[in-house]
């Protein structure tokens, strides 16, 4: 619970930090209400978890309640489709290209920013890469 809780109170901070409390909210509303709501699936899954405290039913209890989450990632709602299509998108895109680096002034050293002795990853991109990453989780 302690995790959920944690989770819970992530999303509420990126939320107001992206300034989309409306956008949550109508999503919100629109997954508990209207035509093809998940009222059902969590009146489900509370009632089936309730008789999880009888100790007679806990094993039954417990297969039903997989049972209803693998029932509810592969309906036909398409959760699925729309998981493996969001994840595909996000990582189709390039990441954005970095300001060129200067060379250095001194002719020894390691070389410049894409030399093979840095394994071609250029500092500069990777540092620009490495916030725009951070960026898009906020």
Do not use: H
Not at 36 to 43: D, L, P, R, V
Not at 70 to 86: E, K, P
Not at 114 to 129: D, H, I, R
């Amino acid at each position: 619970m302690p995790f959920v809780l944690l989770i819970v109170g992530v999303l509420i901070i990126v939320v107001a930090i992206r300034n989309t409390q409306n956008q949550l909210g109508a999503l919100v509303v629109n997954d508990f209400t209207g035509p093809g709501n998940f009222f059902y699936w969590i009146a489900a899954i509370f009632i089936i978890g309730a008789l999880g405290y009888v100790d007679e039913l806990k094993a039954p209890s417990r297969a039903m309640l997989a049972l209803i989450l693998i029932a509810l990632l592969i309906s036909n709602r398409g959760f699925f489709n729309s998981f493996v299509a969001q994840l595909s998108a996000g990582s189709a895109q390039p990441p954005p290209p970095g300001p060129p680096m200067p060379k250095p002034a001194s002719g020894g050293g390691s070389g410049g920013g894409g030399s093979p002795s840095t394994g071609g990853l250029n500092p500069a991109t990777f540092v620009t890469t490495a916030v725009s990453l951070g960026t898009k989780f906020l």
